[in-house]
């Protein structure tokens, strides 16, 4: 199975501040399409994970353009600017270019 | 409007079988597959197994020994069923729905069923 790790575990933010969570996959998510299938989820106290960015770099649906996603092959990264106190929660990548999908292992965000 | 919702017994006693039913509206089974994720509590997260439009089934070969979803299409149902439960089993457990044209596996979720495998 792919391993997805993310860094940093835990991130202490300021609100209003900007943040980058790194996800680095043990193979290339380049699908034999042409894709790369790596998305982030926000899961948020208490409640159900929630699609962010899919494809890399494509804001899902609602989600505010504070959240921007990049990166190719194998090292992946999302960044967060002008923190607002509903960002908080755990952060999760996920791949879904090899079978069977697989996720990273989150990142908190958190107040300093 | 998708929705999906997650229900079960709660409470599993080792060795036991587990049964949950995600039920769904807002969409049919026979166009979109619906995943099942598990979450061990203040864990991550992972992939079970998926019922797909056309009735076809994969699993995690991690559990596919002990794993097995099924569905009820009149009754927008579908079931996951897990043998030889232990408490390391224990864990929110979420069904999902994808979104083919965006080839996204868990686009929409349920709210959660939590499970606690004790005697």
């Known amino acids: 199975d792919v391993l997805m790790t993310q860094t940093p575990v835990s991130l202490p933010v300021s609100l209003g501040g900007q943040v980058s969570i790194s996800c680095r996959s043990s193979q290339s998510l380049v699908h034999s399409d042409g894709n790369t299938y790596l998305h982030w989820y926000l899961q948020k106290p208490g409640q159900s994970p929630q699609l962010l960015i899919y494809r890399v770099s494509n804001r899902f649906s609602g989600v505010p353009d504070r959240f921007s996603g990049s990166g190719s092959g194998t090292d992946f990264t999302l960044k967060i600017s002008r923190v607002e106190p509903e960002d908080l929660g755990v952060y999760y990548c996920?791949?879904?270019?090899?079978?069977?999908?697989?996720f990273g292992g989150g990142t908190k965000l958190e107040l300093k | 409007q998708v929705q999906l919702k997650e229900s079960g017994p709660g409470l599993v006693q080792p060795s036991q079988t587990l049964s949950l039913t995600c039920t769904v509206s807002g969409f049919s089974l026979t166009s979109y597959n619906v995943h099942w994720v598990r979450q061990p509590p203040g864990k991550g997260l992972e992939w079970m197994g998926r019922?797909?439009?056309?009735?076809?089934?994969s699993y995690n070969s991690a559990l596919k020994s002990r794993l097995s979803i099924s569905r009820d299409t009149s009754k927008n149902q579908v079931f996951l069923k897990m043998n030889s439960l232990q408490t390391d089993d224990t864990g929110t457990y979420y069904c999902?729905?994808?979104?083919?044209?965006?080839?996204?596996?868990?686009?929409?979720w349920g709210q959660g069923t939590l499970v606690t495998v004790s005697s």
């Open positions: 019922m797909r439009y056309n009735g076809d089934t």
């Open positions: 999902t729905r994808d979104i083919p044209h965006l080839a996204l596996w868990f686009a929409y």
């Open positions: 996920l791949q879904s270019t090899h079978f069977p999908p697989t």
